[in-house]
């Protein structure tokens, strides 16, 4: 879980995804649409991976990934970020957190 607090304390937005995840990708492309500035970290691509898949679990993200944090802080999944953007609020803490300008 410290690994996991490391990883997004500098970031505005960070996703952890898997590269064969559709549902990852599906989340990485709606952050792009607003012109969001994102970190993206493939837990299967990386050697620590498995650990920070464990932390994510820990920190009750189910399923793992995606994982998404705006502002330092874990939104959850893409069932969470696909109610902020319903609910109009998705743009607004992006440019809260710094991760979009206009």
Aim: proline content about 4%; some cysteine; aromatic content about 4%.
């Amino acid at each position: 879980m410290e690994v996991v607090k490391n990883l997004v304390s500098e970031m505005p937005l960070v996703i952890f995804s898997k590269s064969s995840c559709c549902v990852s990708h599906s989340m990485k492309q709606l952050m792009r649409s607003y012109g969001a500035n994102l970190t993206v970290y493939e837990l299967d691509e990386i050697p620590n991976g498995k650990e920070i898949e464990k932390g994510l679990l820990s920190m009750g993200n189910k399923p793992s990934v995606p994982a998404i944090f705006i502002g330092h802080k874990l939104v959850g999944g893409s069932k969470e970020v696909l109610s902020l953007q319903i609910q109009g609020k998705l743009a607004s803490q992006l440019l809260e957190a710094g991760a979009i300008w206009v």
